[in-house]
């Protein structure tokens, strides 16, 4: 089984930025269908970016985020720029083996996904 290690998790300020990493072990990425996610205190768990051959975003971090991933280092990566006090979660990556062949697009939904990291706590003040 995958095992997925996230990092790079901490505390800013508005407009600033981080750069979250997610280790793979076990096996390579490259064929599976890759998200991160993120869940606030009191809140349901949320789909940020899906990364498929294309990458997906929600609505609420397009344009400010950005997932990729490196297949040499079996890592998958969230950029994060412009961050508001709302982005403020604890942020998941997590493994969908749903194909042999890596889907065009991966689901947004997180009951699609089956293997989850540990996560990595971001905290943005006003």
């Known amino acids: 089984q995958v095992q997925l290690v996230e990092s790079g998790g901490g505390s800013v300020q508005a407009g600033g930025s981080l750069r979250l990493s997610c280790e793979a072990s076990?096996?390579?990425?490259?064929?599976?269908?890759l998200g991160w996610f993120r869940q606030a205190p009191g809140k349901e768990r949320e789909g940020v970016a899906s990364?498929?051959?294309?990458?997906d975003y929600s609505t609420s971090v397009k344009d400010r985020f950005a997932v990729s991933r490196d297949n040499a280092k079996n890592t998958l990566y969230l950029q994060m720029n412009s961050l508001k006090p709302e982005d403020t979660a604890m942020y998941y990556c997590?493994?969908?083996?749903?194909?042999?062949?890596?889907?065009?697009?991966?689901?947004?939904?997180?009951?699609?996904?089956?293997?989850w990291g540990q996560g990595t706590q971001v905290t943005v003040s006003s």
């Open positions: 076990g096996s390579t990425l490259t064929s599976y269908c």
């Open positions: 997590a493994q969908a083996d749903l194909s042999s062949i890596l889907p065009a697009f991966c689901p947004a939904n997180w009951v699609a996904y089956k293997n």
């Open positions: 990364s498929g051959r294309y990458a």
